[in-house]
């Protein structure tokens, strides 16, 4: 006949393994970043011109996880070698007509002097580093938004629905510095990368893990 002694040993030992094995997986699933939007390796197609009041966005969906922007990618050319003014990156809901841009989420992702980006070719403009918070299974919009530019800037875009677009509604265009927003249209799509990351609680639940595997260890070592 099984002591008590036995059964409560028997059933730390098999809490302690259950523990770990959530952990191992917190902790593996936290390496997983996930492309939201990809098509990076698609050539361009369309040379979007835009300027200070004129400006493009790319339509991204997260998905069923809690995940955290981490960063964006848009090739961006500057044909006409400006040397003032500034690109900056601005996530925005989808609250606008037919799903479109709606309101600003936050700051913008970043900014970049136009000074510095190439005029001889595309060049990748990246925002990394960015930890902003996302809803899972919605709809997001990244703007290229210009400002105190003297003439126009290049968006690389493409009429190839190659790569990673999963749930993306294409693009949009405002022409009046986001007051207002067209309608998504999947005719062409605007080159880039989206990247996120696992939402930090994904970490905390992984270091509670550990913490408690270790407690019940000293438990069992002090019966």
């Not at 493009?56 to 964006?72: C, G, I, N, Q, R």
């Not at 190839?160 to 309608?183: E, H």
Request: proline share 4%; aromatic share 10%.
């Amino acid at each position: 006949m099984q002591t008590g002694a036995y059964v409560r040993s028997m059933r730390i030992r098999l809490f302690t393994i259950a523990v770990f094995a959530v952990q191992a997986f917190c902790f593996s699933s936290a390496g997983n970043a996930a492309d939201l939007y990809d098509n990076l390796g698609q050539p361009v197609s369309v040379d979007g011109n835009f300027s200070d009041g004129t400006w493009p966005a790319l339509s991204f969906k997260t998905t069923l996880a809690d995940y955290v922007l981490d960063s964006v990618t848009i090739p961006i050319r500057n044909p006409n070698l400006l040397s003032s003014g500034t690109i900056s990156f601005v996530l925005y809901d989808s609250t606008g007509v037919g799903g479109g841009p709606g309101a600003a989420v936050g700051s913008p992702l970043g900014s970049v002097s136009i000074a510095g980006i190439s005029g001889a070719g595309y060049q990748n403009v990246t925002f990394a580093g960015l930890k902003r918070t996302l809803t899972s299974d919605k709809h997001y919009w990244v703007a290229v938004q210009g400002a105190g530019l003297a003439s126009v800037f290049y968006v690389g875009a493409t009429t190839s629905t190659g790569g990673n677009l999963s749930g993306s509604l294409g693009f949009s265009i405002s022409s009046d510095a986001g007051a207002s927003w067209s309608a998504p249209s999947t005719s062409v799509f605007v080159i880039g990368q989206v990247n996120a990351v696992p939402e930090p609680s994904t970490y905390a639940l992984g270091a509670v893990a550990a913490l408690t595997a270790g407690w019940l260890a000293r438990r069992k070592r002090s019966n």
